[in-house]
């Protein structure tokens, strides 16, 4: 009763569109749905990006660098419908949006990220500045409604990001690892507050293109004693 007065008083926008869902008690509209593209094979077994050939297992940027993270998972194309949805997620206030988020990665990757079974779950950080300027952390979001529906803890303090870098899509590949070195620390604090194993984690995040910030964090995270690193992420980009 409570939550069908809120839907009432404050009806929930689609994560697509910005509009009021056209259903009532939908997290997005059903025809906005049909505007994102699920990630399918052919994708690379590294890092889960999209590949036009079939007759390839890596994808271009996998084939030539090594790699820290074991594996990622990705749910959609970030195609112009998810740039603009990512916009109000991480700009505009709009944290309701994880809920869909989370559903649909759900409904696609349950198992796959149950069979990883990570010990926790480790959001990618932001600099303090930005932390401070929008209210939150978008993977910090991420990280917790996905913790909350498969009951794994989260480390939002494991990773710290300890430089206030410019922004990746202004850059190009060297410059990009360039802007990322040692942008990222580790607590040992917040390690050794965890009491069970930590062997094996998740990184969440909301977008990978080229994946020099996931690589990052992975190289930390390795560093510091964690033997298996996989990641996921709503969206990724398409291409190299």
């Known amino acids: 009763m409570f939550n069908s007065l809120l839907d009432i008083l404050y009806p929930r926008r689609c994560p697509v569109c910005s509009e009021i869902v056209d259903v009532r008690g939908e997290l997005s509209c059903k025809e906005c749905r049909k505007k994102l593209i ?9 890092c889960g990006k999209p ?10 940027d996998c084939e030539k660098k090594s790699r820290d993270f074991t594996r990622g998972i990705a749910l959609w194309l970030y195609n112009k419908e998810m740039k603009k949805s990512m916009a109000e997620f991480k700009n505009h206030g709009r944290r309701e949006y994880a809920a869909f ?49 498969l009951d794994i803890p989260v480390l939002s303090d494991l990773l710290i990001r300890k430089k206030d870098t410019l922004p990746q899509k202004q850059l190009n590949d060297k410059e990009r ?19 069970n194993k930590l062997n094996k984690v998740l990184l969440v995040d909301d977008i990978y293109t080229t994946g020099s ?8 995270l390795k560093n510091n004693g964690i033997n298996e690193v996989y990641f996921v992420t709503v969206c990724i980009g398409k291409g190299y």
């Open 38 to 46: 699920l990630i399918e094979e052919p994708k690379c077994k590294c």
């Open 213 to 220: 910030t996931i690589e990052a964090c992975a190289r930390i």
């Open 51 to 60: 590949m036009e050939q079939d007759n390839k297992e890596y994808c271009y």
């Open 177 to 195: 690892m360039v802007n990322l070195a040692e942008a990222f620390d580790f607590s040992p604090t917040e390690r050794n507050s965890f009491r």
């Open 101 to 149: 988020y989370i559903e649909e990665l759900l409904k696609a990757y349950r198992e796959e990220i149950e069979d990883i079974s990570p010990e926790a779950l480790i959001p990618v950080p932001i600099h303090k500045k930005k932390l401070t300027e929008r209210g939150y952390n978008q993977a910090d979001v991420l990280a917790r409604s996905l913790g909350d529906k």
